[in-house]
């Protein structure tokens, strides 16, 4: 066998931690290993080390596109050619009787499972029924799991332990993940749309999102902030990916268009576009949250989700080392805001199904913060906004009727009034309006009186009067809502006023 391709520290670790958790008795256990961590690597040692023992290994993989990948990986980081056979379809190299068996997930469901004495499964919190049938059927059988983010309710049933060697934030700490700068520059609002199966309607979602002004401050914001970097874009499904790709396309953007349908060599070849600056964007759904290897520094995450392995999986992609590179994480779904950063989210051990032994509750991760001046996430326990410098004032706060209430937040839309705000603040303000009154079908000029009732002049600079209709932020639904409030209240007052002066002249007063 040629020589494997040595391990880093952070990777023995996982290796040392492995042949503990073997000693000690445990037959399936699940090594957690972050996107750029080296997982190929790892799986190539642990698959070699099996191999010396004179043991066959199936290595089972969740997507026809990664059978290629695995081979052509394996075979770099040192595993001989020869020894290695394909179980998916017709595959040119179907040899049955090689030691090890790399297959596809939808294979071993229609054909059955290979004879081995050992089996690795990649991307293990899809938890597909076939792998799971399978260690039902052989207990004695030694598994070992794979995946960046192992926390699919159920694992725990069927695996029984957890691996960590290393963090996110210390692969990022240690150079071999790339930083990264989040933004949150629009807010869905996402009222009304059902749960189904512990994450959004994924038909009403779309619809939500598709709207044209959702979909117009995708490509707006991308083209002030993106500095053209090569670019993900995860949509709901393919009507809104479509919609995303033929905006981008509207733009001048050089886009494309990829979905699990999409061919292999099409696919290849939209890479090898991106990679060589052909290509600008790519608008996916319902794959490229795995087995991606692209020089991708923007991720736009379109997809509202409640679920952090959607989310922490998708953002991986775009981190990926390169010489001086921060990838640009621009959130257009709050699913952030509602989660967390992917250097927060986090899980010690394995979780059960229903009704069954479930891992311990954990606390949450602690969320960041959107800076009100630049829409930054500020990660949570940093005052200072660490892209623009924004500092929010300390806020003053009061007992009233039992409740504690934010003086701040009553006087921030006013504060942010007056000539501290920006020209492109009150533009993105007007467009806000603007999408607010698109949203509930008001008048035309709604939103230019409220701009008017706000700032006290009329919306006549050309910079503001063109801004382009984007999704109303809680920021000007806040001013929007306090305004009514205000107006209600006045209108409460004249009447009360003129019933007072009916009265008084009734009785003559």
Known sequence: MAALFPLRPLQEKAMTALKDALRAGKRRPIIQAPTGYGKTVLAAHIVAGARAKGKRVAFVVPQLNLVDQTFERFCENGVEPGDMGVMQGNHPYRRPHAPIQICSIQTVASRGKPEVDFVVVDEVHLRFKAVEDWIKADERKIFIGLSATPWSRGLADFWDDLIIPTSVQELIDQGWLSPFKAFAPSHPDLTGIKIVAGDYHEGQLSERMSKAAIVGDVVQTWLEKAERRPTLV?????????????????????????DANTPREERGDIGRRLNSGALEVICSVGTMTTGVDLDVRCIVFARPTRSEILLVQAIGRGLRPKPDKVCLILDHSDSLLRLGLPTDIHHAELIGGENKRVAPIERKPPLPKECPACAFLVPAGIFECPNCGHKPKRASVRQAEGELVDISVARKAAKRANSEMTAYEKARFFGELRGYAQERGYKEGWAANKYRERFGVWPNDPSIRYSPVRPCGPATA????????????????????????????????
């Open 234 to 258: 995860f949509a709901v499904d393919r009507a809104h990916a479509n919609v995303l790709h033929e905006e981008f396309e509207k733009a001048g953007v050089a886009s494309a268009y990829v």
């Open 478 to 509: 806040s001013w929007i809502k306090s305004s009514q409030i205000r107006w209600a209240k006045g209108r409460a007052k004249r009447d009360t006023d003129e019933i007072i002066r009916d009265s008084l002249a009734e009785i003559g007063g």
